[in-house]
């Protein structure tokens, strides 16, 4: 696969995201992980980990060299253009750590360092992800063991961060502040997501009915939503069958289940997440449409 190309303006507002999100996370760790003892996930962590042993002025060297292999990794089995914008983006990281390094640290309460500390940190690092940029390795080595032996790239990320975790508390006997660094990276986790995905969250629902028509009209006509229709045939069976297929918003899903049961009882349903509809050149972030309107322009 070539390259994709942004256009300048694109590739301006990516950059500046990109800046964003760098000293939103090199902030999160210097006002509010690192004083308070807590690490984040990955390379990230490693690297707070050497700097405790050896010294927070090392921070930024640690990082940079830790990533190294992961950003060659990259070049080697990902895409170039990944790793320009993957070693801007630590770069960017690294040097607002260095700039950051007197900043005031927050001390309180230990569930305000979490919460505050992993939001900032999650809002930085989904902003730099959003906008086609990496902080850390462990993902690039996610991405290459899925290729190559199944395992997705949540699995192998958890299971590395359970290694650092681990070794955070073996290393300085104290395992309360690495269950406090977990679930700093749980909420830096779940923050990330919501940049990255957004708040809306979308589902893909199949229908397989007896009486498909009367669900068409029903689903159009009571919810304002498209409906796409695609052609099977049974595995078993042999019948052919029309199987319908509806994008909603998750606020609308138990309304959508209600008019299919009321119309067949009997009705097969599968329900998945989306993360992001593409139409033309349009992105859909709002599925649902007025009465009247014509809804089936949103699916087709």
């Known amino acids: 696969m070539g390259p994709v190309w942004k256009k300048p303006s694109q590739l301006i507002s990516a950059y500046v995201w990109i800046i964003t999100g760098a000293f939103l996370a090199a902030l999160s760790i210097r006002m509010f992980l690192y004083p308070n003892l807590l690490i984040d996930g990955g390379i990230v962590g490693v690297a707070l980990i050497f700097g405790r042993l050896f010294g927070d002025q090392w921070i ?26 993957m070693f801007i983006a630590v770069m960017l990281f690294a040097g607002f750590l260095v700039l950051l390094e007197n900043a005031p640290p927050y001390f309180g309460d230990s569930l305000e360092i979490i919460a505050l500390g992993g939001a900032i940190l999650g809002i930085g690092a989904g902003l730099i992800i959003r906008n086609g940029g990496c902080l850390d390795g462990t993902e690039i080595m996610g991405i290459i063991i899925n290729r190559q032996k199944g395992f997705t790239v949540g ?74 229709v695609l052609y099977g045939k049974g595995g078993y069976s042999g019948d052919k069958r029309e199987v319908q297929f509806v994008i909603v918003e998750r606020l609308d899903l138990a309304d959508l289940k209600e008019v299919i049961l009321n119309e067949d009882p009997g009705a097969f349903i599968t329900v998945q997440n989306l993360h992001e509809v593409v139409y033309g050149k349009t992105v859909t972030k709002k599925i649902r449409r007025k009465k009247g309107q014509n809804a089936n322009r949103v699916t087709h």
């Open 155 to 228: 699995q192998v990320v958890l299971v590395a961060n359970l290694f650092v975790f681990g070794a955070y508390g073996a290393i300085f006997w104290d395992w309360h502040i690495a269950v406090k660094s977990f679930l700093t990276y749980l909420v830096a986790f779940k923050m990330m997501d919501m940049v990255i995905v957004g708040l809306d969250e979308l589902k893909s629902v199949m229908i397989i009915s007896n009486v498909p028509d009367k669900i068409a009209e029903a689903v159009m006509n009571n919810l304002g939503l498209g409906l796409t």
């Open 60 to 85: 930024s060297l640690f990082l940079l060299i830790f990533n190294l292999p992961f950003i060659y990794l990259a070049y080697r089995f990902i895409r170039r253009t990944f790793v320009i914008q």
